[in-house]
């Protein structure tokens, strides 16, 4: 495929079929941790599997919005300052000088540092709030494991 061939309406069109119709799990997964319905899953040794999230809270816009808002009902002046914190850490550009697992451990590090209903709030908004208990090591890994998942989809962009 020629790199202009396809629209950008066609390519979110194929991806939605393929989403919606392809594949086995309706929740959020973590790609490339899927079941397609008409094939093998694929087959990637590189990719690290999913440690402690193996399932999300699937919440809608409004669910989001109402646990966003109770969240910051109970807030201190620092869990504002620490979402900020989060923010930065997962935005900001992996050190490439250093392997994969440790740049992540570094990360998990940054994370670590900012208090439960910063961790929680992140994780809500980026829709990767885990199921179970909500300790820090929880979220602090579920935030670890979606940089995981853009990075495996950056891996195959074109």
């Known amino acids: 495929i020629a790199e202009r061939a396809v629209t950008k309406a066609e390519l979110a069109a194929a991806l939605r079929t393929w989403r919606t119709d392809e594949i086995v799990e309706k929740a959020p997964f973590m790609w490339p941790h899927f079941t397609p319905k008409d094939s093998p899953p694929p087959e990637a040794p590189w990719a690290h599997p999913p440690d402690a999230i193996l399932s999300f809270h699937s919440l809608s816009?409004?669910?989001r919005s109402l646990v966003l808002q109770n969240l910051v009902k109970r807030m201190s002046?620092?869990?504002a300052r620490h979402i900020g914190d989060l923010h930065r850490a997962l935005c900001a550009p992996l050190n490439s000088d250093l392997e994969k697992g440790k740049?992540?451990?570094m990360l998990?590090?940054?994370l670590a540092k900012c208090n439960v209903d910063a961790l929680k709030y992140v994780c809500v908004d980026l829709n990767c709030l885990p199921l179970g208990k909500l300790g820090k090591p929880v979220l602090v890994q579920a935030l670890i494991?979606?940089?995981r998942s853009l990075l495996c989809m950056a891996h195959f962009a074109f």
């Open 77 to 79: 002046f620092n869990s």
């Open 103 to 105: 740049a992540m451990k």
């Open 61 to 63: 816009d409004t669910e």
């Open 108 to 110: 998990g590090t940054q």
């Open 145 to 147: 494991d979606w940089v």
